[in-house]
């Protein structure tokens, strides 16, 4: 089992910037890939971004290219997103979610998920 526990969301202006990281315990030496997910109301989960636990390797969403940044401390076993220039649009509640199977964008691939973290970006 991989436990996973997300922080740092909240409420920011347009053109802000919000951290979030993701810190993960248990059986971590079988993470493949972590990824960040959002659901905003009334919307399916989409796919944000996802890192590579050992090669770093890093895939984004185009919605959210050049804007936001994965990266991963594995002496902390913790994922970060860094948000910049936030839109109205990114508004949603994030998840952490970490796969031992593929690099992949599809959720269905994610066994384990953090409980979610707010992020509101107003306008």
């Known amino acids: 089992q991989v436990q996973l526990v997300e922080s740092g969301g909240g409420l920011v202006q347009a053109g802000g910037s919000l951290r979030l990281s993701c810190a993960a315990s248990?059986?971590?030496?079988?993470?493949?890939?972590m990824g960040w997910f959002r659901q905003a109301p009334g919307k399916e989960r989409e796919f944000v971004a996802a890192?590579?636990?050992?090669?770093?390797?890093?895939y984004y969403a185009d919605s959210v290219k050049g804007r936001f940044t994965i990266s991963r401390d594995n002496t902390k076993d913790t994922v970060y997103l860094q948000m910049n220039s936030l839109k109205p649009e990114d508004t949603a509640v994030y998840y952490c979610?970490?796969?031992?199977?593929?690099?992949?964008?599809?959720?269905?691939?994610?066994?384990?998920w953090g409980q979610g973290t707010q992020v509101t970006v107003s306008s």
């Open positions: 248990g059986r971590t030496f079988g993470v493949y890939a």
């Open positions: 890192i590579h636990w050992r090669s770093s390797s890093t």
């Open positions: 979610a970490a796969t031992g199977v593929v690099f992949t964008t599809n959720p269905s691939e994610y066994k384990y």
